[in-house]
């Protein structure tokens, strides 16, 4: 699916369908942080939902593929430039992203920490 993810060891993975909005509905509500390769990278409030979060995946991504949009809620935790895959982001980064929004298969990946170092 996506090439590094064994970086996600400590992380737990949740996959979830999310149905396609009218893009044309759609104001994007996050903010694109990089972009470089197949990596996209989005600081978003706290509380979207998934739908909001699969929105805003493929605002950034639009019609790349493969394009995977990472997603998160604390800035701190955003590297300063997008890597070109997802293998070379900071483990600390991984640890902490909220999601990634993967385009070609269309889905949300829900993550979350479950503390294990």
Request: with cysteine.
């Amino acid at each position: 699916m996506l090439k590094g993810l064994s970086l996600l060891t400590p992380v737990g993975v949740l996959m979830a369908a999310v149905p396609a909005m009218a893009q044309e509905d759609y104001t994007p509500v996050c903010e694109g942080k990089g972009t470089n390769g197949m990596v996209s990278m989005l600081l978003c409030p706290d509380g979207l939902s998934e739908d909001h979060l699969a929105n805003e995946g493929r605002a950034i991504c639009a019609e790349r593929k493969p394009c995977g949009a990472w997603v998160w809620t604390d800035a701190a935790f955003i590297p300063l430039e997008a890597p070109d895959a997802h293998d070379k982001l900071p483990k600390e980064s991984v640890r902490n992203a909220l999601a990634i929004w993967v385009n070609e298969a269309e889905q949300l990946v829900l993550l979350a920490n479950d503390g294990a170092e």
